[in-house]
Structure formats: C-alpha cells, structure tokens
C-alpha cells in the first residue's frame, strides 16, 4: 500500500510540475509576441529559444525583460 501511495503522489507532483511549466510557457509565449518593440525575427528567435532551452530560455527571457526600461 505505501508504494502505491508513493507511486500516485510522485506522478501527481509530476503531472503538477508539468502544467505548471506549461502554464509559465505560455505565458511568457503571450508576453514576446505581444511586444511592440521586438520584430518578426526576434519574436521568433525568442520563442525558439524558450522552446528549444526550455530553463536557460526562460531565466534569459526574464533577466533581459526586467532589465529594460517601462515606458510610463
């Protein structure tokens, strides 16, 4: 019983983690394309770079986000 209980819990968390990576994906997808600054090409380039390099695309994509300037 207790490796049937270990067994659901660990697939559960797995299934969690993976809507929630889904979820972050996408939301950061919406965010690139939504920009006004960026082009077709760089849209693209980001878009492949945070599906390509899953993690490092997406720490990237946030360090360089919160680095550029808000316009008011």
């Keep these: 019983m207790v490796g049937f209980l270990a067994y659901t819990f660990g697939t559960g968390l797995a299934f969690a983690a993976l809507v929630t990576w889904i979820a972050v994906w996408l939301i950061v997808a919406v965010r690139v394309v ?14 492949v770079a945070i599906l390509v390099l899953p993690l490092l695309g997406l720490f990237v994509y946030f360090l360089w986000d919160a680095s550029r300037p808000r316009s008011s």
């Design 34 to 47: 939504r920009r006004p600054d960026l082009g077709v090409g760089g849209k693209v380039l980001w878009l």
